[in-house]
């Protein structure tokens, strides 16, 4: 069977690219799709209506998968990634609990995340480096940038990181996400409307996940994702979730017990680093915060 990239998906319905460029609208074999954007696929052809659409009949193995819980059930992103892009901003003031979120989903499945603060020619900008300083601390490369205000600029910074990399961009809404997109892939809002006129979906398509080839040799790609809100993590068991905290990591095993919660349990070197200032109190706090939500809700 011919083989194929998941560029798109809308519910059960996706757009497949095929191995010589051509964009195909395709849907599952059966009720359910576990296929993603940046999956690679085998399929088949019908016809439906006099049109031919594409069948997905497999998944190839994955490298990765980067995952999100919502209210109601866990999200999968998107597949085979080389990076995430985490955008957080100056104004409004991004949350510390929804990057550790995103740091600790990239960490689970093994992908680098880097951290890009826009904004920084709004009077915040001090304050936002401030509250990244820990992140910084613990190694989580960070790249600063004025969307805005200095595109050029900008496009110096990201290019070489990008370059022959499949990245998910992640960001909450008002972080300047759509802007970047547009910057980076001057195509990106055509495209958009290409897939909302094949899929009958309207503006609703704007709001999954899509890929963005970022020239015309194929060299890298950028995945779109929507805004978010809530930034769940019911795919990680309790238990791993400090091994994946990485200012938490080089203590573990240095605790009084080895099944150490780092709650307020005797001679924890985790809550000793907090006291002591080489972690973030606040880092801690947003731990514990997850830590409960695993322990006390499963989907």
């Known amino acids: 069977m011919p083989k194929g990239l998941i560029v798109a998906a809308f519910g059960r319905h996706f757009t497949l690219e095929t191995e010589d460029g051509q964009r195909l609208q395709a849907h599952a074999r059966g009720k359910r799709s576990e296929a993603v954007v940046g999956d690679r696929v085998q399929w088949n052809t019908t016809q439906t209506g006099g049109e031919i659409q594409a069948v997905i009949e497999s998944l190839q193995p994955r490298r990765n998968l980067m995952h999100r819980q919502d209210l109601m059930r866990t999200k999968s992103f998107a597949a085979n990634l080389d990076q995430v ?8 003031l991004f949350s510390e609990s929804q990057l550790t979120r995103a740091m600790v989903a990239a960490e689970a499945a093994d992908i680098e995340l880097v951290i890009v603060l826009n904004k920084t020619d709004l009077p915040d900008a001090g304050l936002a480096r401030e509250r990244l300083k820990p992140y910084v601390a613990m190694g989580t490369p960070m790249l600063e940038l004025s969307i805005k205000h200095g595109h050029q600029d900008s496009l ?31 195509r990106a809002q055509s495209r958009v409307g290409e897939l909302s006129q094949a899929l009958q979906a ?16 194929r060299s890298g790609a950028l995945i779109d994702s929507p805004g978010f809100q809530e ?25 009084r017990f080895h099944n150490c919660q780092h709650r307020q ?18 880092r801690h706090r947003i731990y ?11 989907w």
């Not at 514990?288 to 499963?298: G, K, P, S, V």
């Open 85 to 92: 892009l985490m955008l957080v901003a100056s104004q409004p």
């Open 156 to 186: 110096e910074q990201l290019a070489p990181r990008l370059q022959g990399r499949t990245t998910l961009l992640l960001g909450a809404s008002g972080t300047g996400k759509s802007s970047l997109v547009n910057l980076l892939v001057p």
């Open 202 to 217: 309207g503006r609703h398509t704007t709001t999954h996940t899509l890929w963005h080839w970022l020239d015309d040799k």
């Open 231 to 255: 930034f769940g993590l019911q795919q990680v068991p309790a238990a791993d979730l400090a091994r994946h905290m990485r200012d938490f990591r080089p203590l573990l095993g240095q605790c």
């Open 265 to 282: 349990e005797p001679d924890c070197a985790v809550t000793a680093a907090v006291a002591d200032g080489r972690i973030s109190a606040q």
């Open 288 to 298: 514990l915060e997850i830590l409960q939500e695993l322990q006390t809700q499963r």
